[in-house]
C-alpha cells in the first residue's frame, strides 16, 4: 500500500469532526501494523481524547513497532489530556507518518522533536494540502484569533435577495435550503442584522435530516429592536447574542437577560467589522455565518473581511430597481476594488446553482 491510501482514511475520520471539535482542530489517526489496520479514531470534542489516544486505545498491544498515520501533527503540551507524543512513545510505535504540521507556533514542530528523539521515524507532508483544508479555520483562528468567515447569499439570477415589496420566501429551493444548513452545522456562530430579524423572524438553527449542531445566533442590533417574542430570544433552541450599543438603558436590556439571551455592548456605533471579529475571536467564535441581510453583507465586503463566499443562485429573475440587492452599503465606486474571489466549487443543487468561493490571495 502507498502512504496516501491509509492517510486518505485519516483524514476521512478527521472530517466527521468538523464544526463539533471546535475550537480544537479536526483529526484522524490510523494505525496499521504488518498491512493490517489494527486501530483508528478521530478527536470528537474538545477536552476528549485526542484521535492518537482513541486509535492506540484500540490497537492496544499491536500498536508495539506499529505505523501509525495522523492528518495533524501529534501534540507535545500538557493541555486538557496528557500529550500524544508521550502517548506514541510510551506504546513503542516504529513510525508516523504525519499530513501537516501544527500551526501554533508555540508548539510547531515540537512533537516531531520529541518523536525522533525517542527513535521513532517520521516523515511528514503526506497528503498536506488536504489536511490543511481540513482544518482552515482551525489554521486561520490560530494565526489570526479571529473567526473564519463565510458569507452566504441566496439570490435571484438578477442578484436579489427579495422583491420590491420584501417578499423572499423562497427565492431558493429546499435543497439548497437545506444545503445551507450543513454551513450552520459547521460554523460556531451565525450572524445576522436586526432588518433580517424584523423581515423574517428566523430561528437560524440548525434542521438537517440527521439533526446537527446549533450555532451561536449572534444579532447586530444596536438600539435592541429585537422583538422579545423573536423566535431567537423565545425558542430555547440554541444560545442568542445580541450586540448593542452602550447606549441601551439597563431596564430593557434586563428583559432580555431574563429571556436568557446573552447582551454584549460592543463599543463604537458605526459596524467596525474587524473589531467586531476580534471581539467575537475572544468569546471562542472561531467560525462565523453570515447569513445577511445586505447592510451586513455589505459591511463585510467593504472590508473585506471575507474568507468564504457561498452563494446560492435560484434560476428566477425578481427585477425591479428597488428589490434589494445581496449587499447594500456604497459598495466599490472602482471595479478595480472589487472583492475578486476564485471559484472553489460550483454544483447544481436541486433547481439552483451553488457556488464556494475564496478571495484571491493577494
Ligand atoms: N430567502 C432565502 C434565505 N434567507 C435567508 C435569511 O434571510 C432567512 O432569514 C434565514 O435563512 C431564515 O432562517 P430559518 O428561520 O432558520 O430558516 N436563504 C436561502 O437559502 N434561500 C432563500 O430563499
Ligand atoms: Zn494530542
Known sequence: MDHAYYMNFAIDLAKRGIGQTSPNPA????????????????????????????ALNMAGGKAIGATMYVTLEPCSHFGKTPPCSNAIIDKKLHKVVIASVDPNPKVSGEGIRKLKKAGIEVITGVMEE?????NEVFFHYMQYKRPFVTLKTATSLDGKIATATGESKWITGQTAREDSHFYRHHHDGILVGIGTVLADNPSLTTRLPAGGKNPVRIILD???????????????????WIIVKASVPEEKRRRFINAGVEIMEFPGSEINVPELLYFLGEKGITSLLVEGGATIHGSFLRDRAVNQVLSYISPKVIGGEKAKPAFGGE????LADALELKIKEVTQIGEDLKMVLVPKRG
Do not use: M, N, S, W
Open 130 to 134: 488536504e489536511a490543511k483544508q481540513l
Open 27 to 54: 483529526v484522524g489517526a490510523v494505525i496499521v501494523k504488518g498491512g493490517e489496520i489494527v486501530g483508528f479514531g478521530a478527536h470528537l470534542k474538545a477536552g476528549e481524547p485526542h484521535a492518537e489516544v482513541h
Open 222 to 240: 444596536h438600539e435592541l429592536r429585537t422583538p422579545l417574542d423573536a423566535r431567537v430570544v423565545t425558542d430555547g433552541q440554541a444560545a442568542t
Open 331 to 334: 459598495g466599490f465606486a472602482h
